[in-house]
């Protein structure tokens, strides 16, 4: 079972992994990514590619399926302006066995940073700027190439 | 006619999110397309010409500047993504 | 910051993981254990060992905290009886990057399996049995020795 | 006096979840107590005889059969745990 969202909603936990959590797999290993307040941010926000997101989260939710032995798989990631504290991304799996669970979750959302169209910018005060996409990310991508 | 796409700081070089066009049948690849491109305006110039920094995709599916565009419909140009 | 609740009531995922969320970090992994339906399972009771509990979920957590680069890290784990579908443990991590609150999740849930004083027993209509150890668990516990 | 603790099959073979006693002062060790609680009754046998499938603690931190006693206020016996 594969859930994508991509919405400028707040979202809930407990509610995103319900459906997981039904699924009867013992193991459900989530990741929530939140803004953080570096440098005084005031304001982060993420743009996106419409239909094209929605795809390559579901491409990377069914590797991750056919990579590791899933129940499910949910990304939630949001869009448009959020506040620090605020939860930008949420990467869950469900499995039998929570060793799955785990690896389909941290590769869920190593992949997520450099296959999926979003592009963060930053507002501090009236200043605003976009993200560069980092190197390391790259990296903890490729450690999952076959 | 293909639709081409603008995202983040290429979007906002460039001017515009969106445009249609008809590439003349001599760009066969993304890259060709990109040149193409970049010569329609000082905008499209400065959006496009630092290619390293530059990202696309073809209907939706990233793509290399060798791939082949024959057929594309929809294309993208956008900076590395910064997501998660 | 490190939290540790032993208890018989279930537990909200989004009010477990606020604290860790309230720190700053950016990333916080978290990994649920359910009560699996296997078998026709009615019911699966947790004893426990009050006192020396506590202190070896403390330890396991602390040591995480060593290991990794952790802004906070909880563990809840229930006691007492539990129906199939319902949340036994929760293991969460809040790290600056991914990585740390990722590793340090793994990590507790691994340990957590064999260095803290549970006993599961299994209710099947009028029969009960006692859940024996598993070898996998100490093998998941040992690949964290250093 | 020490008290003795004992958790789910063990406590439920032994027929009780505490005992409270003064153990020999030749019993140096985890071991050598274990031994000397089994022959307390045939319910203690049954639960503390298998000791490849028995494990205790001492003033509750996990602790071996060679581990010495000296000055120990609480010590448990159970089997290998199952939590999580």
């Not at chain 1, 990514?33 to 795809?55: K, N, W």
């Not at chain 1, 991304?89 to 169209?117: E, G, N, W, Y």
């Amino acid at each position: 079972m594969i859930t994508i969202a991509v919405q400028p909603e707040p979202f809930s936990l407990d509610a995103a992994v319900a459906p997981l959590e039904a699924l009867g797999g013992g193991a459900v290993a989530s990741f929530v990514g939140l803004v953080r307040a570096d440098d005084g941010l005031d304001e982060l926000t993420l743009e996106h590619y419409p239909g094209m997101t929605e795809t390559a989260l579901r491409g990377i939710a069914e590797e991750a399926s056919t990579r590791w032995s899933l129940l499910g798989a949910t990304i939630v990631h949001r869009v448009g302006p959020m506040r620090p504290g605020e939860r930008i991304v949420l990467a869950a799996a469900c499995a039998s066995h929570r060793a799955d669970a785990l690896a389909a979750c941290a590769f869920m959302i190593d992949r997520l940073k450099t296959d999926a169209p979003f592009w963060k910018s930053e507002t501090r005060g009236s200043r605003r700027n976009w993200v560069a996409a980092r190197e390391s990310d790259e990296a903890a991508a490729k450690r999952w190439s076959l | 006619m293909v639709t081409i796409l603008y995202f983040a700081w290429v979007r906002e070089l460039v001017g515009i999110d969106a445009e249609r066009l008809e590439p003349p049948a001599t760009n066969t690849t993304l890259g060709e397309l990109a040149d193409w491109l970049a010569e329609r305006s000082e905008h499209h110039r400065a959006a496009l010409s630092d290619r390293g920094n530059l990202r696309a995709a073809v209907d939706q599916r990233f793509a290399s500047w060798d791939t082949a565009l024959a057929g594309a419909k929809e294309i993208a140009f956008f900076p590395p993504v910064t997501g998660g």
